[in-house]
């Protein structure tokens, strides 16, 4: 059961004589420890916890002076740091979500999210040796939980924009952020390449905060003038229905014939190496080479099919099934 020791432990396998356990790492403890006491006694947000681990240059488990807030806060609700290792705390179900990614890829999620959160009398705990007290780890958990009530991060008033916005010149998204003035306090979308502490070697972006109040009056502005000119939509339909029809239907078969091609040389290479270095014998070799060969017979008939199949006009285009289709192996066909 116990596998992937978090940052502070090295698991050791079991053995003849004894089971497998954690074992605790000395320097990596005393990073565990003083994360935990910056929170707590410090009263330290999680992102100057992030800055002060960088400044330091304390190493991560990856060896890399490089640490993330993400990372931090995790460290935080780990309850094996206080002698309680537990499994099954996220179960796999679909996603609720429709993030930015995934509307750029049109809103279909291509897999499930294991990122659920189980009951806790469902998980399984396994005794570790604790690197804080439980009255620690519990300070720990009542100082997350208020900052997830009262922290100033906290969107209580959603504005018109927010989570749609992505910047033009580094593809990072916009979120939104605070200035208080003498007289008022103002928000702002802020690009978040924008921010060196983010980054290894500071901002990617030098993009300059944008004012919430002007930016969302501007596109209210435009979508009132869109929706009283329907025209203006009908000719964008029409502009993407013509787009539609002009494109080439068979251009993902050939990119993907192209990917096949690739796959079965690189599986060739890979038994031809295993041989020169006696990983396979000579009759393994001698079985995988038929299957192999068939592939490469297979994809060049795809291919040449493909080819010969291909229409000069893509506006003419019709589908066509992919080969075999059939099962009395007939050649391929238009689909109706």
Same mark, same amino acid.
């Given at each position: 059961?116990?596998s992937?020791?978090?940052?502070?432990?090295r698991y050791?396998?079991?053995?003849?004589?004894?089971?497998?356990?954690?074992?605790?790492?000395g320097?990596?403890?005393?990073?565990?420890r003083l994360?935990?006491?910056?929170y707590i006694?410090?009263t330290? @947000?999680?992102? *100057?916890i992030?800055?002060m681990l960088?400044e330091?240059?304390?190493?991560t488990?990856k *060896?890399?002076?490089?640490?993330?807030?993400s990372?931090?806060?995790?460290?935080l609700?780990?309850p094996a740091y206080? *002698?309680?290792?537990?499994?099954?705390?996220t179960?796999?179900?679909p996603?609720?979500?429709?993030?930015?990614?995934?509307?750029?890829?049109k809103?279909?999620?291509?897999?499930n999210?294991?990122?659920?959160?189980r009951?806790?009398?469902? $998980?399984?705990?396994?005794?570790?040796?604790?690197?804080? @007290?439980?009255?620690?780890?519990?300070l720990?958990?009542?100082q997350?939980e208020?900052?997830?009530?009262?922290?100033?991060?906290r969107?209580?008033?959603? @504005?018109?924009?927010?989570?749609m916005l992505?910047?033009?010149k580094?593809?990072?998204?916009?979120y939104?952020? !605070?200035?208080?003035?003498?007289k008022?306090?103002?928000y702002?979308y802020? #690009?978040l390449g924008?921010d060196?502490?983010?980054?290894?070697?500071?901002?990617v972006?030098?993009n300059?905060p944008?004012?919430?109040d002007?930016l969302? @009056?501007?596109?209210w502005?435009?979508?009132?003038?869109l929706?009283?000119d329907?025209?203006?939509?009908?000719?964008?339909?029409?502009?993407?229905?013509?787009a539609a029809k002009r494109?080439?239907?068979?251009?993902?078969?050939?990119e993907?014939?192209?990917r096949e091609?690739?796959?079965?040389q690189?599986?060739?290479?890979r038994?031809?190496?295993?041989?020169?270095?006696?990983l396979?014998?000579l009759?393994?070799?001698r079985?995988?080479?038929?299957?192999?060969?068939?592939?490469?017979?297979?994809? !060049?008939?795809?291919w040449?099919?493909?080819?010969?199949?291909?229409p000069?006009n893509? !506006?003419? #285009?019709v589908w066509?099934r992919? $080969?075999p289709?059939?099962?009395?192996?007939?050649?391929?066909?238009?689909?109706?």
């Open positions: 059961m116990l992937g020791a978090p940052y502070g432990y050791v396998k079991k053995s003849d004589s004894t089971a497998a356990y954690y074992e605790v790492i320097a990596e403890a005393d990073v565990v994360v935990f006491q910056t006694e410090q330290a @947000s999680i992102n *100057g992030t800055r960088n330091r240059q304390i190493p488990r *060896g890399i002076a490089r640490w993330e807030r990372t931090v806060w995790a460290m609700r780990n206080a *002698g309680r290792a537990c499994f099954g705390k179960e796999l179900r996603r609720q979500r429709i993030t930015r990614p995934l509307r750029q890829r809103g279909h999620a291509t897999r999210s294991a990122n659920h959160e009951p806790h009398q469902d $998980w399984i705990e396994i005794p570790v040796p604790a690197l804080v @007290s439980e009255a620690t780890f519990a720990a958990q009542e997350l208020r900052n997830k009530h009262h922290s100033p991060r969107t209580v008033a959603p @504005s018109l924009l927010q989570g992505v910047c033009e580094c593809g990072y998204g916009l939104r952020s !605070s200035a208080q003035t003498t008022q306090k103002l702002y802020r #690009c924008s060196a502490y983010r980054y290894r070697n500071g901002a972006c030098d300059r944008i004012r919430q002007y969302d @009056s501007f596109v502005t435009e979508m009132l003038r929706l009283d329907p025209a203006l939509i009908q000719a964008e339909l029409d502009r993407r229905m013509e494109a080439d239907p068979l251009r993902k078969r050939g993907s014939l192209q091609q690739v796959r079965i690189k599986n060739i290479d038994l031809v190496t295993a041989y020169q270095e006696s396979v014998t009759e393994q070799l079985s995988a080479c038929p299957i192999s060969a068939g592939r490469n017979k297979r994809y !060049s008939r795809n040449c099919h493909w080819q010969r199949r291909r000069t893509p !506006s003419t #285009c066509w992919p $080969w289709s059939f099962a009395d192996g007939s050649a391929c066909g238009p689909i109706a």
